[in-house]
């Protein structure tokens, strides 16, 4: 099983955004814990879609037991209201 840092590479990769995962209580997760399933979606979810329900549907079902934070091209946090397709264009306009 990969690292987390893998992960939250991964899902960089296939979402088109950064994410940063967290433990239950709010703590960071180290980016070399092990055993961490591995990302199973291979398409990115529709720009229709927003980030909470990205979590609720993607993230939390694959990673029980974790959150996670959401971050726009210029590194901030974004609300759970954003589209996803709204999220993404911040990363164009670099």
Excluded: C
């Excluded at 591995?38 to 037991?65: E, L, N």
């Excluded at 590194?75 to 209201?81: A, E, N, Y």
């Amino acid at each position: 099983m990969p690292k987390n840092e893998f992960n939250e590479k991964k899902i960089s990769a296939i979402e088109g955004f950064a994410v940063k995962f967290l433990h239950a209580a709010g703590r960071d997760v180290r980016s070399d814990k092990k055993n961490l399933p591995s990302y199973v979606y291979r398409r990115k979810a529709p720009g229709t879609q927003t980030v909470a329900a990205w979590i609720a549907g993607r993230f939390s079902k694959s990673y029980p037991g974790y959150k996670v934070v959401v971050f726009d091209g210029n590194g901030k946090k974004v609300h759970g209201k954003t589209l996803l397709s709204t999220l993404r264009d911040t990363y164009k306009s670099k």
